[in-house]
């Protein structure tokens, strides 16, 4: 459905060029829910706005429905009103002194529709954002979350090709940001909306996503579904970014079809592997929740003798620091199998929850 291919864009500042996207490359399969992930100043607005027509990278081709909107060999580059998006940004970019209905049935009156025709269509796409009962209301007057379903009522208001999200939901406060999550991802499905989602914020990105590319300085990292970036991920940076990672470093023994083995300052470490990891310098990721908590003395495979450090008391679970080799490990249990500081521990690293990873 949208096929991005070596996209690059260098913005020319006071420092000299800037390479804001480095050869950027993905394919979006019709009704995908697709996201770019990555830390602020990653490129991913620049690549959101190339695919929209409102950047024009350097280098790449970007094609919609199998129509090159853009390509820069070609010399081919549709305007924006010519490529059938819809789009939301971070700012809510209400007209004001504009009713709710007339802010979203102005694009449709943009595109020909008579006055008549694009009312009773504003009203269905405020019907689905569920603001049919404000119509009449000015803009100005809608709270944060009410002005950003307008700005999503007018970006559905016409049947598009594709949706593109800016961290929509960033400018609204947390409990109203997670209920929107779920009207969104909601509202993609029932209209089976092809959707660009661009956030910094990983919880997001993996509630609303089917696939998410993380991408780092311009680059994509690796693309997957959330259970494979917070299961298996590839890269170490991914592990990071996404969710919180204990990594160690290791030494790989040896791989197979199905696992690896790790030698680490925690003994040896049966894992699963997963990117370009070969014989010699690697990681071992483990996830602080995945990490069992046993009596000391507990022998068996993937273990190893701890002390608690500290212990921090988070409601639901307990946040417990551990050292292990002389290694700080972070150990989350639920809290009511938290244990206070001093307790010795035989720590269990599940061995299908350890990926041996690239160094860092
Ligand atoms: N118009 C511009 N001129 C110069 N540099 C820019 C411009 N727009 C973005 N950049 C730079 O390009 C990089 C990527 O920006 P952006 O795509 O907005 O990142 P993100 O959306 O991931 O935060 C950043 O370093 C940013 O400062
Ligand atoms: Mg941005």
């Not at 310098?281 to 701890?306: F, K, Y």
């Not at 244990?339 to 990926?355: D, I, K, M, N, Q």
Request: aromatic share 4%.
């Amino acid at each position: 459905m949208l096929e991005a291919a070596s996209l690059t864009k260098t913005y020319v500042t006071a420092q000299g060029p800037w390479r804001a996207v480095d050869d950027v490359s993905f394919r979006i399969e019709a009704g995908e829910f697709f996201t770019l992930l990555g830390p602020s100043g990653c490129g991913k607005t620049t690549t959101l706005r190339s695919i929209a027509g409102l950047e024009t990278p350097d280098e790449g081709r970007i094609a919609i429905g199998g129509q090159a909107v853009f390509d820069a060999r070609a010399g081919v580059n549709l305007p924006a009103n010519r490529r059938d998006l819809g789009m939301v940004f971070q700012s809510y970019a209400v007209w004001p002194h504009m009713s709710v209905l007339r802010n979203v049935a102005f694009p449709l009156e943009v595109h020909g529709a008579s006055r008549r025709e694009a009312a009773e269509g504003a009203r269905r796409a405020l019907d689905l954002v569920g603001l049919g009962h404000l119509a009449e209301r000015s803009a100005t007057l809608l709270s944060g979350g009410q002005q950003q379903r307008v700005a999503l009522a007018r970006a559905i208001v016409r049947p598009v090709r594709l949706l593109l999200f800016d961290e929509p939901l960033s400018n609204l406060d947390a409990e109203l940001r997670i209920q929107m999550r779920v009207e969104l991802r909601d509202l993609q499905r029932r209209l089976s909306a092809t959707s660009v989602y661009v956030t910094h914020d990983q919880e997001e990105a993996m509630a609303l996503s089917d696939r998410i590319a993380v991408m780092r300085a311009g680059r994509i990292v690796e693309v997957g579904t959330p259970d494979q970036l917070y299961l298996r991920p590839r890269h170490p940076f991914t592990a990071r970014f996404i969710g919180q990672a204990e990594l160690v470093p290791a030494d790989l023994l040896r791989r197979d079809g199905g696992g690896a083995l790790l030698r680490t300052r925690l003994g040896d470490i049966a894992c699963e592997w997963a990117g370009d990891v070969a014989p010699g310098p690697a990681s071992l990721l483990v996830r602080p929740e995945h990490i069992e908590l046993h009596p000391p003395g507990t022998d068996g495979p993937n273990t190893a003798h701890g002390r608690v450090l500290s212990v921090a008391f988070l409601g639901k679970l307990a946040d417990h620091e551990v050292d292990v080799a002389g290694l700080r490990m972070r150990v989350q249990t639920m809290s009511t199998a938290r244990r206070a500081p001093g307790t010795e521990v035989t720590l269990r690293f599940p061995p299908e929850r350890c990926v041996a990873l690239a160094p860092e």
